[in-house]
């Protein structure tokens, strides 16, 4: 696990830049770049074009606490495996309420990979040596999805690689990766959103191009 010093990023493609030179030591080694989409692709783009990399996507969704849905109660991967964290029952998430968000959250990942499977066919990571890539680490719950769901396809190495973390988000992620790379680990964490100066929404269609590049 190690960091460099950072105090934000302009962009997302600032913060790809950076992480890249964090990673340099696999550049020629033809690693796996795994993006969570969406915020994750511009970054994973550079990262795999930097690092002489493949660029790829994890489909994962987070669960979103009920009448607050950018609070992650937990995750899920495109095979259904749920990931809850402890938070579940103070803010009234019943079994119902995770099912359907389970179901609504499934949805929208086939969805997804009808749309980007036409374009960029899944490469498998097995025996690559593979980074998983987000713009940001909050709770954990999606990261820590993303990786477990890699992990069952037996990769050689397993890395997880954020621009800016909580530390309780590193807990949560530390014991499913061979090695951590991120560039900052505030002790106050709001929000990703806060430690970049633009951080627009990225969109299917920009998702699409980036796969193509």
């Not at 099912?99 to 990571?125: G, N």
Request: with cysteine; hydrophobic share 45%; charged share 20%.
């Amino acid at each position: 696990m190690h960091a460099r010093p950072c105090e934000g990023f302009v962009d997302r493609a600032d913060a790809g830049r950076q992480l890249a030179e964090a990673l340099k030591t696999l550049r020629g080694r033809h690693p796996l770049v795994l993006a969570i989409p969406r915020g994750g692709v511009p970054i994973g783009r550079i990262l795999a074009d930097r690092l002489q990399g493949e660029l790829d996507v994890v489909l994962v969704r987070k669960l979103g606490a009920p009448g607050y849905p950018e609070f992650a109660i937990g995750a899920v991967d495109e095979q259904g495996n749920v990931q809850l964290s402890a938070d579940t029952g103070w803010v009234g998430a019943d079994q119902r309420y995770i099912e359907r968000a389970v179901a609504a959250q499934r949805a929208t990942m086939r969805a997804r990979r009808q749309l980007y499977s036409p374009v960029h066919a899944a490469i498998s990571p097995a025996g690559r040596t593979v980074v998983v890539v987000d713009d940001g680490l909050a709770t954990g719950a999606t990261m820590r999805a993303a990786l477990q769901a890699v992990r069952a396809q037996a990769p050689a190495r397993l890395i997880c690689a954020i621009p800016v973390a909580s530390q309780a988000g590193l807990a949560e992620v530390a014991d499913v990766a061979d090695d951590l790379v991120y560039l900052s680990a505030p002790a106050h964490f709001g929000a990703v959103g806060q430690f970049y100066q633009d951080f627009a929404a990225v969109e299917d269609d920009e998702v699409v191009r980036l796969l193509q590049a």
